[in-house]
């Protein structure tokens, strides 16, 4: 498939499959949240969700499994980034390290290592509460990757304790609310729209082309065009590729339970 009549969509297609297709040294940014390996159950009753509300479909891999899926999905995003591009991919820390094993293996540069904290846990009778995700920010050449520290608060902004805004955002301690979608159907897993609007800001431009492999819900999509950035979105559930293209098609962030 050329370029152009990849962009500015979410294909129902495995997404090792559809970066094959893509040129080499074509995309700008790659923003994405794959499966943990954690025997994921979606429709449990928790997250404050209605189970009937959340979409089926959900396709989880096996842990004796992860490491390969994970430096195929990995090495295609290598090849298609280019030198001034960037990769955010979330995870947890039950399988982390075959992400960070991966992305050795396959020549990214580690820049940081990000914690999105968010506002509630697991809470667990024989060990502390989880109550955050990892997030690798990887790059291929460390001189040429894209990096905007001005983008959200310039020097001079303070907060209302005369602290540095800047300085604050740019920690690598994320604290930032997941999104309730109370009433709204929804998948399974998606990543705050902030979250994303902050990578954004840092590490891209207005016209660059962005990519999410894993895309569920679109949310990664929908906030890049929001900022007027190009996208490509790979979903292999058909339920949640129907899900994410009728928000863009519709330009819907959320979209109601029509059955109440």
């Given at each position: 498939?050329?370029?152009?009549?990849?962009?500015?969509?979410?294909?129902?297609?495995?997404?090792?499959?559809?970066?094959?297709?893509?040129?080499?040294?074509?995309?700008?940014?790659v923003i994405?949240?794959?499966?943990?390996?954690?025997?994921?159950?979606?429709?449990?009753?928790?997250?404050?969700?209605?189970?009937?509300?959340?979409?089926?479909?959900?396709t989880e891999i096996s842990v004796a499994n992860y490491r390969a899926f994970t430096l195929q999905w990995m090495g295609g995003a290598h090849r298609l980034l280019k030198d001034s591009g960037a990769l955010?991919?979330?995870?947890?820390?039950?399988n982390l390290k075959d992400l960070l094993l991966a992305a050795d293996e396959l020549g990214f540069l580690t820049v940081n290592h990000l914690i999105w904290k968010y506002q509630f846990g697991v809470v667990c009778k024989r060990r502390f509460v989880t109550s955050h995700y990892h997030c690798?920010?990887?790059?291929?050449?460390?001189?040429?990757?894209?990096?905007?520290?001005?983008?959200?608060?310039?020097?001079?902004?303070?907060?209302?304790?005369?602290?540095?805004?800047?300085?604050?955002?740019?920690?690598?301690?994320?604290?930032?609310p997941r999104e309730y979608w109370h009433g709204d159907i929804k998948t399974p897993t998606k990543l705050p729209a902030e979250l994303i609007r902050k990578i954004l800001a840092y590490t891209s431009e207005p016209g660059d082309i962005v990519l999410d492999p894993f895309a569920g819900?679109?949310?990664?999509?929908?906030?890049?065009?929001?900022?007027?950035?190009?996208y490509i979105g790979y979903e292999i559930?058909?339920?949640?590729?129907?899900f994410a293209q009728k928000r863009l098609e519709e330009n819907q962030y959320r979209i109601p339970d029509a059955s109440g």
């Open positions: 498939m050329q370029l152009e009549n990849a962009l500015d969509r979410i294909h129902n297609l495995d997404c090792v499959k559809g970066m094959r297709s893509l040129p080499e040294s074509s995309i700008d940014l994405t949240d794959p499966p943990f390996a954690i025997d994921f159950k979606p429709k449990r009753g928790n997250y404050n969700r209605t189970p009937g509300r959340v979409l089926d479909g959900y955010f991919v979330f995870s947890g820390w039950n690798l920010y990887l790059c291929k050449d460390d001189r040429k990757r894209k990096f905007f520290n001005n983008a959200r608060y310039g020097p001079e902004a303070k907060t209302d304790t005369g602290r540095s805004k800047r300085y604050r955002d740019l920690e690598d301690v994320w604290d930032i819900s679109g949310q990664v999509l929908v906030v890049s065009r929001e900022l007027q950035r190009r559930v058909p339920e949640y590729h129907a």
